[in-house]
């Protein structure tokens, strides 16, 4: 499906300040919020007990409140909505040496005179646990951007790596805003947000890239902006299709499919957005700011393709016993 024309270029690069201007204006939102605010980590990461309530009728949460700070181990926590008013989720951070069965009866007997209800979960989670699942999902994430900084090095140069991940940077910084101005609680699928915005940024980054390499190769121009505005409107129909039907998918996710995955579908609306039009006006025009010659990527390909044909050149000597 082509929604834009092929014969015409659009130009990119000529409007890519404007762009460029809200994004640093959003990085730094982004970290002024994270700094005043900081992550809400949750159970998963900060250790705790979570305890999901279901009544017949809205929740009396204030009446809830009185009963269960009654006991000690329920001081200072928290009850909020969970999707419906009749769906809570009770917080705190100690955790019990009992199981949860054991747990949700006590809940049960606080609650008593507060309405029909049943406990429909708890979650436990020791704060060594937590602290060990922090660790470990900073570091799934360092090591995945080391990883996407040697492929793309090896795969095209080091000026189009060192582009790619401060696209990625500027992804990841607008996402983790978005989580802290919302509220949302930081956990394990949130993470696995964070890590699937990584891979589908970088896609459709690699997408606009590949195309301008090739581009590079074939075109008689010298001109790295007119050689960017080519590629990106050769690859726009593609981009677009993409992201929109991503999106879609994704929007139904977040608004239908319950409180659990909310924050899940939330990180992913930002990233699918901030990560389309990134790989366009952030990445592409870094190139430019890199340094990145369109005079010398070329002699570079013409020795490589040299040596290419005298390798095959001597390995048909070597077949014909020339050699």
Do not use: C
Request: no cysteine; hydrophobic share 45%; charged share 20%.
């Amino acid at each position: 499906m082509q929604i834009f024309s092929k014969d015409k270029t659009y130009n990119f690069m000529g409007k890519s300040l404007p762009f460029i201007i809200l994004s640093i204006l959003m990085i730094l939102s982004s970290y002024i919020i994270l700094g005043s605010k900081g992550l809400n980590y949750g159970i998963d990461f900060s250790g705790g007990t979570i305890v999901q309530v279901k009544y017949e009728g809205p929740a009396p949460i204030d009446k809830m409140r009185e009963q269960i700070s009654v006991d000690k181990m329920f001081a200072n926590a928290s009850i909020t909505e969970f999707g419906s008013p009749d769906e809570v989720v009770i917080r705190f951070m100690s955790s019990s040496d009992s199981v949860q069965e054991d747990l949700g009866d006590i809940v049960t007997e606080l609650l008593q005179g507060t309405g029909s209800f049943e406990v429909r979960r708890v979650d436990i989670v020791g704060p060594k646990v937590g602290g060990e699942l922090r660790e470990k999902g900073i570091m799934a994430m360092v090591i995945s951007i080391i990883a996407i900084l040697i492929y793309i090095t090896i795969r095209f140069e080091w000026r189009f790596a060192v582009a790619s991940i401060l696209a990625l940077v500027h992804d990841i910084s607008i996402a983790i805003g978005a989580i802290v101005l919302f509220n949302v609680d930081v956990n394990l699928d949130i993470l696995a947000a964070l890590l699937t915005l990584l891979g589908y940024s970088l896609n459709d980054t690699i997408i606009v890239f590949d195309r301008i390499r090739e581009e590079v190769k074939n075109s008689k121009s010298f001109d790295l902006f007119e050689i960017i505005n080519f590629s990106i409107s050769k690859t726009l129909s593609r981009t677009l299709l993409t992201s929109l039907t991503t999106f879609f998918v994704v929007l139904t996710l977040w608004a239908f499919g319950g409180e659990i995955i909310h924050g899940f579908g939330l990180t992913l609306l930002v990233g699918i957005l901030v990560g389309t039009y990134s790989s366009i006006f952030v990445a592409s025009p870094m190139l430019k700011w890199l340094k990145f010659s369109v005079e010398d990527y070329k002699k570079k390909e013409s020795i490589k393709e040299k040596r290419k044909i005298e390798k095959e050149k001597m390995r048909a000597q070597y077949e014909q016993g020339v050699v």
